[in-house]
């Protein structure tokens, strides 16, 4: 498969467990936020998105906490599966346009049977 | 419904020739969104079309160009192609309003020899 990003920060969990990814932003005006899922060889899967005036936002296993005061994105995967494998990428629209998103740099995802 | 669909998957092509890369958005999607994906780089905004104009475009050289049709397929289009422009292009399928989240295609890896 293609390689998104070779060094990558990781996190390894195990199967079954609960896996928290983070993401920092720039910008504490950004009012819009995605969370994205790329495997190999693939391009980024849309997850679940948020906009600024909520701090919790819950999908099918997943939840998206935002921390508007430290300007902190994370992504709650419930009962971690090996399906889960992947990059995860949040993204931010841009202030200065709507039709922009910027992307984080990425976590991959490592879990073990 | 069918996803974004992108042509060709894979490429090589040689330094100083040009290439065009295609995206067919879901149907009834209007924008279309190209991004440039590399390990050292991440993912990085190229330029928005909408309704056959373009309203964004990112911080890329001339050489990287793009054209929306009224069936709201994009072409991309590089010129005299360099080594640091092997990557995968991925293009990204919106409605163009609120709330903005953008569906990928696969990407087309790009590799220049």
């Known amino acids: 498969g293609e390689s998104v990003g070779l060094h990558l920060p990781t996190l390894s969990v195990q199967e079954g467990d609960n896996s928290i990814i983070n993401c920092a932003y720039s910008?504490?005006?950004?009012?819009?936020f995605i969370w994205y899922k790329q495997e190999s060889g693939k391009g980024p899967q849309f997850i679940i998105d948020i906009r600024s005036n909520m701090d919790k936002r819950q999908g099918q296993r997943v939840t998206v906490l935002l921390n508007k005061t430290v300007k902190h994105l994370s992504l709650q995967i419930a009962a971690t599966q090996p399906g889960d494998s992947a990059v995860y990428f949040c993204?931010?629209?841009?202030?200065?346009?709507?039709?922009?998103?910027?992307f984080g740099s990425g976590t991959r995802l490592l879990v073990r049977p | 419904k069918a996803g974004v669909t992108q042509t060709p998957r894979y490429l090589i092509k040689t330094r100083g020739q040009q290439v065009t890369l295609s995206c067919s958005p879901i149907?009834?999607?209007?924008?279309v969104s190209w991004y440039q994906q590399t390990p050292g780089q991440g993912l990085q905004f190229l330029f928005e079309?909408?309704?056959?104009?373009?309203?964004n475009k990112g911080n890329f050289p001339g050489r990287f160009s793009g054209r929306q049709f009224s069936n709201s397929r994009s072409e991309m289009n590089v010129s005299t192609l360099e080594l640091g422009d092997s990557a995968l292009y991925l293009c990204?399928?919106?409605?163009?309003?609120?709330?903005?989240?953008?569906?990928f295609g696969p990407g087309t890896r790009l590799t220049v020899t």
């Open positions: 990204a399928s919106s409605a163009g309003l609120s709330p903005y989240e953008q569906y």
């Open positions: 910008n504490s005006a950004s009012d819009y």
């Open positions: 149907s009834g999607h209007r924008s």
């Open positions: 079309y909408f309704s056959e104009t373009q309203r």
């Open positions: 993204a931010e629209k841009d202030v200065d346009s709507s039709y922009k998103l910027i």
